[in-house]
């Protein structure tokens, strides 16, 4: 069922007084109804600024709030009324309690709205109850410890019955034991429907807890998703002072050595992951055959595909001619896995391209014993995991079968591969910006545009830039930056391994919507290379790195 927009945010700017710098900066967002929404950024970011206003605390100096539809009024009945559906839980609950007692301070809310005493005493009872705390209800709030005060705070807002509760750091400054129960309540809301916005800076707790993590910088929104996306953004949380949940970071490191499939759904907590690792059968390579004779040794180079003869000859021939040249003892191979272009070609000029598995026949065939697989993907995404399963179906059939690795595979290959695009563009001046098109995966693989784009500037190459057609790092984002650059001259590259389809139609073309035609939209002066990355010596050359250590 479609959740419905609770709050919605339009241009909300606000200034404290005596200060230069916006609290908030033409802030937009939208918040869907009972949604668990983490957000989060750097101290200083908006988030606390946009809370008050969400509770109508503060009053937006420009831009729009609606609740449920119908935007804010700031007449005195109409904030109670918001108060009462919108309710906060300030970082320092002493912010928030005042009265003689708990019991006192829970019911003053209810009272306020015009509940009658015997209402209002249930209601307290209830709620005290709910969240344990009945015990010392009879006890003046600032006799409490921290974490009784946190649950008193909560108390106060449960007990009107809100449709939204803020959270502002709820464990802030508590020990692992108030920690724990207030998450507990935290969760009691969220499964009672009630919609929870929570700031944090915890990430590991976000990435488990949250349906939405909304990331805040300079008071807007930098970015907002689901966590496995957010969180996968390495660029955007190096602006957030954020670092990546552990959970996160460990099965990505797994996945980009292999040991997990790149199909494997996202863990969200170490539970998970733990349950993903027990279920791996860590296959030995592949002794279906029994070895009766001298070996006869084979590489299968295996790509997407292009239809574009004048760029195949430049880059998957280039590839799997350099493999030759690297590895005489070995016989080369070619497979592709885009069937589409595999019968394109077959029509158009009587070519055949042999599938993986018609490959492994055709190795089968010419008695081959061993056999390396070196795919030319850019990334270990599900291409990668489609080919290698088709393989292993022959490994009956051979006595070895082992695979190299994807062209960006660990840290050093990212580094290798920044050298490789710098060599390349060595005769760029320091005032072009180099913007790379990467294809683009919604799979979790695609965070290595996003990392490779942040290792180009940590390596000192400000004026490079990497996106995807499909994914993220987005067009839109790509134009934000490089216009903050302020370039001279923009260079357009494709960054796939030929330059096909998307870098003739979708980077160079004449379009409207190309990269070429938006850029020189915005005024500046453009250019494109029709080159792709299998013409770069240097990635020819992390090919050979990867099938050498595939060669067993």
């Not at 021939?317 to 040249?325: D, G, M, N, V, Y």
């Not at 799979?443 to 180009?456: C, I, Q």
Request: aromatic share 8%.
């Amino acid at each position: 069922m479609k959740k419905e927009s609770i709050i919605k945010a339009q241009n909300l700017c606000y200034t404290y007084e005596g200060e230069e710098q916006p609290a908030l900066n033409g802030l937009s967002l939208e918040i869907k109804q009972g949604k668990k929404i983490a957000v989060m950024g750097a101290n200083g970011s908006g988030k606390s600024t946009f809370f008050l206003c969400l509770n109508g605390i503060l009053r937006p100096q420009k831009g729009t709030l609606s609740f449920c539809g119908t935007p804010y009024s700031y007449d005195k009945k109409s904030l109670l009324a918001l108060r009462s559906r919108v309710g906060i839980v300030f970082q320092d609950p002493d912010n928030q309690l005042f009265s003689a007692s708990v019991r006192q301070e829970i019911s003053f809310g209810i009272l306020n709205l015009g509940a009658d005493n015997e209402t209002a005493l249930r209601e307290t009872e209830t709620i005290m109850e709910e969240l344990d705390i009945t015990e010392f209800q009879d006890r003046p709030t600032h006799a409490l410890s921290g974490g009784q005060k946190k649950q008193v705070a909560i108390a106060d807002i449960l007990v009107m019955h809100p449709d939204i509760v803020i959270l502002d750091e709820p464990a802030a400054a508590l020990d692992p034991k108030h920690t724990s129960l207030v998450n507990k309540i935290i969760d009691r809301m969220t499964d009672a429907g009630i919609t929870v916005l929570l700031s944090t800076h915890d990430s590991d707790y976000a990435f488990s807890w949250a349906d939405e993590v909304i990331l805040f910088h300079q008071g807007r929104v930098l970015i907002s998703g689901a966590p496995e996306e957010v969180f996968a953004d390495h660029t955007a949380l190096k602006a957030a002072n954020l670092f990546q949940p552990a959970v996160l970071a460990m099965f990505e490191s797994l996945c980009r050595k292999e040991i997990i499939s790149a199909k494997t759904p996202v863990p969200r907590n170490l539970s998970e992951l733990e349950h993903i690792i027990e279920g791996i059968q860590r296959v030995p390579v592949y002794g279906g055959k029994t070895m009766h004779h001298i070996k006869k040794k084979a590489i299968l180079a295996v790509s997407f595909g292009t239809s574009y003869e004048d760029t195949r000859k430049k880059t998957i021939e280039a590839i799997e001619q350099t493999l030759e040249t690297h590895f005489p003892e070995h016989k080369i191979y070619r497979a592709w896995t885009s069937r589409m272009i595999i019968e394109k070609i077959r029509k158009r000029d009587g070519l055949h391209i042999d599938t993986v598995s018609e490959a492994m026949e055709r190795m089968k065939a010419d008695g081959i014993t061993d056999v390396v697989i070196q795919p030319t993907h850019v990334i270990n995404g599900v291409e990668n995991d489609q080919m290698k399963e088709d393989a292993e179906s022959h490994r009956d059939s051979f006595h070895s079968i082992s695979f190299g690795a994807p062209l960006l595979t660990s840290e050093s290959d990212n580094e290798t591969m920044v050298k490789a695009v710098a060599s390349e563009f060595s005769w760029m001046s320091d005032r072009d910006a180099l913007v790379l098109m990467g294809h683009g995966t919604t799979h979790y693989a695609n965070t290595v545009y996003a990392a490779l784009d942040y290792r180009f500037k940590d390596m000192g190459y400000k004026n490079i830039f990497l996106g995807t057609v499909e994914a993220f790092p987005s067009m839109q984002s790509l134009m934000r930056m490089v216009k903050e650059f302020q370039p001279e001259r923009v260079i357009l590259a494709p960054f796939m391994i030929v330059a096909g389809d998307h870098a003739r139609h979708d980077m160079a073309g004449d379009d409207p919507d190309s990269w070429y035609s938006q850029f020189l939209s915005e005024g500046l002066k453009t250019e494109c290379v029709m080159k792709g990355l299998g013409e770069y010596p240097g990635v020819r050359e992390l090919f050979v790195t990867h099938a050498e250590e595939a060669v067993l």
